[in-house]
């Protein structure tokens, strides 16, 4: 199956900060998205980004596919934004969508 | 507002009885459904993968037995833990796509809020 790596696992920002997490994958897929989990394990969509970028106010999104990874940027981070972010990318038949390990995101007021 | 919805969001059940989680999709026919485990800290665990009319694929190390998955229709998906047991509590979250849902040729899937399972 598709292999997919998120780093850093951890990230401590203080409030105001941005951030950029890292999602690579091993294989072609036709589709990727990101995910926020909140405390009560909601997996809420952010962005089904398979290429290109997408913006969605203070959160854009990257996929380079042809190199095999996509970024999430956090801007002006907030408290509201602690949780774990997971990417999860399906194969070309999308049978499967796998997941990565997530980055669990703690931002300090 | 939800367009995926579980049913029940926690369940507390006795050792030996079987559990039983609904899955729908709201506002779209969801032609393929997936099943996670999720312990804690942990990423999620694809269990299964549902097409309505067939029977599911499961992955390897699923016990198809145990892990019984019904997807009758194309709005609904069940996921039966029988003869639970301890080891059995999880955090359950079912995920459903559409072609239809995204638009176009995409295939963006959306999550249930998930099912706290805990066996007594």
């Known amino acids: 199956g598709i292999q997919v790596e998120q780093s850093p696992p951890d990230l401590i920002l203080q409030e105001g900060a941005n951030s950029t997490l890292r999602c690579n994958f091993s294989?072609?897929?036709?589709?990727l998205q990101w995910f926020h989990q909140n405390p009560w394990g909601q997996l809420i969509n952010l962005f089904y980004i398979p290429s290109g970028t997408k913006q969605n106010g203070r959160l854009s999104a990257t996929t380079v596919a042809t190199e095999r990874y996509s970024l999430l940027y956090i801007s002006s981070s907030q408290t509201t934004d602690s949780g774990v972010y997971f990417c999860?990318?399906?194969?070309?038949?999308?049978?499967?969508?796998?997941f990565g390990s997530g980055t669990k995101l703690n931002v300090k007021p | 507002g939800a367009v995926v919805s579980q049913h029940p969001s926690w369940v507390i059940c006795k050792s030996g009885t079987s559990v039983k989680i609904e899955c729908r999709s709201l506002d779209f026919q969801a032609t393929t459904m997936f099943w996670y485990r999720q312990f804690p800290k942990q990423s999620l665990m694809l269990m299964a993968t549902?097409?309505?009319?067939?029977?599911?694929?499961?992955e390897q190390g699923v016990e198809k037995d145990k892990f019984l998955i019904n997807h009758a229709s194309l709005t609904l998906s069940t996921l039966t833990v029988t003869s639970a047991h301890p080891e059995d509590s999880s955090f359950y979250i079912c995920s459903a796509r559409s072609p239809e849902r995204t638009g176009g040729t995409g295939t963006e899937a959306f999550f249930g809020q998930g099912t706290r399972l805990t066996v007594v």
């Open positions: 294989d072609s897929v036709n589709n």
């Open positions: 549902s097409n309505e009319g067939s029977k599911a694929t499961y």
């Open positions: 999860a990318v399906a194969d070309g038949n999308f049978n499967k969508f796998y």
